[in-house]
């Protein structure tokens, strides 16, 4: 099997998402990218988690996104995935699901605001949402335009990918990443946790504003970066 | 044992819904049609999940709604199913759940509003509610009468029963169907789920509306008809 | 062991509260009376579901609330379910729950609403909320008091306790009865589904108001009585 | 093994919180002290459940925080932890944990209300809600001023630590402590439950005040002290 352990890797990461709850049916896919081969792989389309076996993952061009190993077709996500590893240069692995918190968040077509430190500590401020995108966009290349708008996201508002790992596309879901695909898949299941706390942090109080700055730099900070201390 | 295929696969998909966790004690029903032998198969009344057997399926005329195989009485809700069956002439597959998200939207006596792609991807537009039985409806032929307004709020509102699988009946909760079976307990679950979605939706922002009609056509489109390219 | 079927029958319909999720600890207890012997079996006070053997099931009087048979302190609401047993002559079996859902309607000190037929298919009509205890009450007998402000409740509103065999006792908890404890268990499960989904329609549509008479009657007596032609 | 019987029960007690539900990932910690050899044991830091072993649970003075026994490096919040441990002087199990309905309180800042007996048969009166921390607080000592805020919460306020054995630290999360760390864990259950409980509360009825005083005392005081009578 040609690229055996990328493949084995990502089918592993891929049925974490049922496994976290984060998927009902074929409602997700994961994919890990090996940058200097310049190949990523995925899900393939449609496939029952209860079905998937790690010779099913299809391993696709980082250029162009055709297939280049595997007999399945790939997620009818690989366009949107492929935008993300070419826009987003440091990041290794991608996930997208319709956990049902995330998408509520997603379909409100509201940014998710950072109101703890369980937020803080992966999350490095809001988590925002895409605009939604024209019936061109949608007509034309709707995968890949869904890419676009994601990285357009982060331009625009000057947000760093690598600090805020994920993304609510408006009226559809969730996309998160990471430098490698468990850790995309633990954003994830991070993400799905923060909106439904989020939701229940503005019933219990209608009033309530982010946290503030020092304590979103202090959880964040004492994980990532230079300074970090928590873990072994 | 008469009819043994179409039973044996009745009684597998009634089973999935305790497995996807669509029901507490009794409350659904599964069945599936044999046109061409004049039939549907459905689950016997008021029998726990745990004990039912393949054998206990009852097979009825799908003219009459009489038993013509098997020993037990059929589902009270059977002259429901054999009106949409006579009603809908493309289904092959009715359920009917009391899954709690699908009926507090059936309690509320709302439509469900499509919100995301989600649920586009199987719902082609709101999933509609009943108006409610008049006192005459229920006492004549409540089951019976259960199914014609089913039909009769597709046939008002212009919905096409095979883009819109399934519906919520005023008070009291959803039916779903398909080709078969197998993919009418899918739609239930999927309903279940854009419900319990679309509550979230509305709370986290109360303004919202329906996704816009281009972004329902993607969906939809990608996995229905003739340009579907979803899947295998 | 003295009783032996009456106590291993209580401790079968004991162990089901954890196995339908409605207790966590030691948060419940079930109830069987032999009214021909005058006692009833009872789970014994503060002992985990885990731990719990048949033999430790408590016999009391029916009479006096005095243990007759059994080494262990029977349960500390021994004397709510005696008097529920000398007021409500019907009842065999009580179940009482801090079940999450119905908690949080009788803290909230409100009556169920009969929103759909779910509901119709148990009870004949809303599910009550008592008054709240005086001090006096509380103080001089908590738990019996408990019990006749229960009885008061049905007395009071003219409710039939075998049609709606369950109460909300405010700021506590549920109680439901049946004819044998299986079904007061049965009953206890479905009183938290309606509780649930209650909760949910209200803030799907803050204008619903309850099922019309019609299908109340329709659903409960399809189950109940000497029409009913629900089951086999 | 050092300490061996401690560390074994520390590492008893952490497993049960993703048993209770009330951990994802790393995100809680339990502690035990042993005031008389003047240490406590602790989970180490970003250590996942399904690895963690006996023999990485790490021992500390519970003077210095300084770790005497164990490789591992203890968890980021053993500061916290140590100043429970000061100034909770009756105190021998402290635990923290993300469990999402008590982070959504303490996102949003308010003390958690005592609505029903649930509460009261743990908590004698609402659970306090610490106010934030400063800046200089997050900058200088994150972890031990988080311990100090609480202690502060419970001084100010006067409120007894004994009878009220959990907290709410405002945009962060609960922290629970009882007699021993099993204690604890089962406290921080509680302490969820209610939170959830508390949480519908108020939407069903947001006219709802808590409950009133003879039956918060009666609940708690039938559990606690010399006139309890709950249990064998």
Redesign the interface.
């Known amino acids: 099997m040609k690229y055996k352990e990328l493949r084995q890797k990502v089918y592993e990461t891929n049925m974490l998402l049922p496994k ?1 709850n984060l998927v ?2 074929t ?1 997700g896919n994961v994919s890990e990218v090996d940058r200097e081969a310049g190949v990523f792989a995925i899900k ?4 029952e988690y209860d079905n998937l076996k790690p010779e099913d993952i299809v391993v696709v061009s980082l250029e162009t996104g055709e297939t280049v190993a595997g007999k ?2 790939p997620s ?1 996500d690989t366009a949107t995935h492929l935008v993300l590893y070419q826009k987003f240069s440091n990041i290794g692995g991608v996930v997208h699901t ?1 956990s ?2 995330a ?8 940014e998710l605001p950072a ?4 937020h803080a500590d992966t999350f490095y401020g809001n988590v925002p949402c895409t605009r ?4 061109q966009e ?2 034309e290349a ?1 995968e890949k335009n869904t890419g676009l708008v994601i990285a357009e996201t982060f331009e625009k508002n000057q947000i760093d990918p690598d600090a805020v790992p994920g993304v609510l596309v408006a ?3 969730p996309f998160t990443w990471g430098p490698e695909s468990l850790k995309a898949v ?1 954003n994830s ?2 993400l799905e ?1 923060c909106c ?10 209608p009033e ?1 504003s982010r ?2 700055q ?2 979103l730099d ?1 959880h964040y900070l ?1 994980k990532h970066g230079k300074d970090a ?4």
């Open positions: 976290l009902v049916f409602w393939p389309s449609g496939v399945m077709k009818s319709h049902p918190w998408v509520s968040w997603a379909q409100a077509t509201r109101y703890g430190t369980t939604k995108l024209t019936d949608i007509n709707y009226g559809h879901g633990e299941k991070v946790e439904k706390m989020a939701f229940r942090t503005e019933v219990i109080n309530i946290i503030e020092g304590l202090k004492r201390y928590y873990g072994q």
